[in-house]
């Protein structure tokens, strides 16, 4: 397998990132390894939770009015809860020693499912209150991380590490469900449905929604930058590979 030899700046503090966290969440991963909870139970944890998100924007679709935003900080909260539980389950197999390779796959399989429906759920909402535009970026955004995932997938399949790129699956869960529970809270504040005029533009240039349909416009953006990032590394170590092949 061909690995890279060298390690950028922004990864070493993911790292890093990672490490602090799981010093705080191993209390909690060992209260789980004594309860007789498995790495497969956590994950489908995660994915029940990340289901209980798509019903929480449906039913704000259905149930709540455009300027009602707090279903969309409801499900904020609940995006960033079942977003522990992705790192909860890998650390239940390490700590707990039970490491599989079925339990990969089913961690891998069950979180593009869970990101899937979170997406549905999201693109439900923004279309049944009129938010088009941002629902087509909701859309793309999905496509992007869909395709993070696949390249990395497709590329290791080869034998070639790819990890690299901005929007991995932590930042993607951490952006929407942060967002999504800012514009709930500011809501409470300032109205859903307030509305930012500059003189001389015939219309608003921000409003509530704005706090999380911004964020899934960049998502949009980088999520597909990161794909296109990954696919240049795989080829790049390919490249590589044959080089030294011949």
């Known amino acids: 397998m061909a690995t890279p030899t060298t390690t950028n700046g922004s990864t070493n503090m993911r790292t890093q990132l990672q490490l602090g966290i799981y010093k705080v969440i191993d209390p909690v991963v060992k209260v789980f390894i004594k309860l ?3 790495p497969n139970a956590v994950t489908s ?3 029940v939770l990340n289901v209980g998100v798509a019903v929480i924007f449906i039913a704000g679709a259905e149930e709540g009015q455009r300027a009602d935003l707090r279903y969309v900080g409801w499900a904020g909260g609940l995006i960033l809860f079942a977003g522990l539980f992705d790192m909860l389950d890998g650390q239940v197999a390490r700590l707990g020693n039970m490491k599989s390779v079925f339990g990969a796959l089913y961690d891998s399989v069950l979180d593009r499912y869970s990101e899937l429906i979170m997406f549905l759920g999201i693109c439900y909402y923004l279309v049944a209150h009129h938010y088009f535009l941002s629902s ?4 793309i955004a999905l496509i992007g991380s869909m395709m993070v995932s696949y390249v990395r997938a497709r590329a290791e399949g080869l034998g070639i590490e790819c990890k690299g790129g901005l929007m991995q699956r932590p930042e993607r869960v951490i952006t929407i469900g942060l967002c999504a529970l800012l ?8 109205g859903g449905d307030y509305k930012l005029y500059v003189p001389g533009i015939p219309f608003h240039v921000f409003e509530t929604m704005s706090v999380f349909t911004i964020p899934i416009v960049l998502l949009a953006v ?11 590394d795989a080829k790049k170590s390919i490249e590589e590979l044959e080089g030294s092949s011949e």
């Open 45 to 47: 944890i995660g994915f």
């Open 222 to 232: 980088l999520t597909n930058v990161t794909a296109f990032k990954r696919l240049k």
């Open 36 to 38: 007789g909870l498995t």
């Open 136 to 139: 087509i970026f909701a859309f």
């Open 183 to 190: 514009c709930g809270i500011l809501s409470l504040s300032i």
